[in-house]
């Protein structure tokens, strides 16, 4: 069954250090999204991509780099990372950005922490 | 800029009762909206989705929406509610084909027994 999955489920960072998310679809769609999660503010996009080799910012990129290397993965950069960013991070994939057929699939999320 | 409320953070229901979850959108034209589920420890899933037509959509599990655009509003229903059920509620909304999807806060709904 297509899946997009997440690796770290749970990371433990520092203050000022550097932290990489990693995502990974086998639903062989060309789009992939990176959000966070935060109580009272639903899912916020952060960078996105259509496709192998490009990355998008979404709207709220201060801080994040995003790199989509394949088709398949696509890693979420924090290079100093804040206490911040301590929130959960969702990595998406979906097939046609464009209206009606607009459905996202997600993966289980990770959380991070910055102490 | 397009925009979506959910006006309540949390709702318990009794298993059995009926249910409805509110959703009002912010958009100059009919939008594209969305319901989604993230159940514990677990990533968003796709409940239903609306454009044009019968403003009644049915989604998944029982769920349905009602598309008002007089009330500017997507509301979620179930008849009979499920412990199952309970799970953190998003409504989403595009306000055209190549806008980006933009999520409510999200509703958290509890199903006692």
């Known amino acids: 069954e297509a899946a997009v999955t997440q690796s770290p489920r749970n990371k433990v960072a520092v203050t000022g250090g550097k932290v990489t998310l990693s995502c990974n679809q086998t639903n062989n769609h060309n789009n992939m999204y990176w959000y966070r999660q935060d109580t009272g503010h639903g899912l916020r996009l952060i960078h996105y991509?259509?496709?192998?080799?490009?990355?998008e910012k979404g709207d709220i990129p201060d801080g994040y780099k995003a790199s989509r290397p394949s088709q398949e993965n696509f890693s979420l950069i924090l290079e100093l990372a804040t206490p911040s960013q301590t929130s959960v991070y969702f990595c998406?994939?979906?097939?046609?950005?464009?209206?009606?057929?607009?459905?996202?699939?997600f993966g289980p999320g990770t959380r991070l922490t910055v102490l | 800029a397009q925009s979506v409320t959910q006006p309540d953070a949390r709702v318990t229901v009794s298993e059995g009762a009926s249910l409805q979850l509110r959703c009002k959108y912010s958009?100059?034209?009919?939008?594209?909206l969305f319901w989604y589920v993230q159940y514990p420890r677990q990533g968003l899933q796709l409940l239903l989705k609306?454009?044009?037509?019968?403003?009644v959509v049915q989604g998944v599990n029982g769920f349905e929406a009602e598309f008002s655009k007089s009330n500017s509003s997507f509301h979620l229903r179930k008849a009979s509610v499920h412990w199952s059920d309970s799970a953190v509620y998003f409504c989403?909304?595009?306000?055209?084909?190549?806008?980006?999807?933009?999520f409510g806060q999200g509703t958290s709904l509890s199903v006692v027994p």
């Open positions: 989403a909304v595009k306000a055209s084909s190549f806008s980006k999807l933009v």
């Open positions: 998406a994939s979906g097939d046609a950005p464009w209206g009606f057929y607009a459905e996202q699939f």
């Open positions: 609306y454009y044009s037509g019968d403003p």
């Open positions: 958009s100059s034209v009919t939008p594209y």
């Open positions: 991509s259509y496709g192998a080799g490009s990355t």
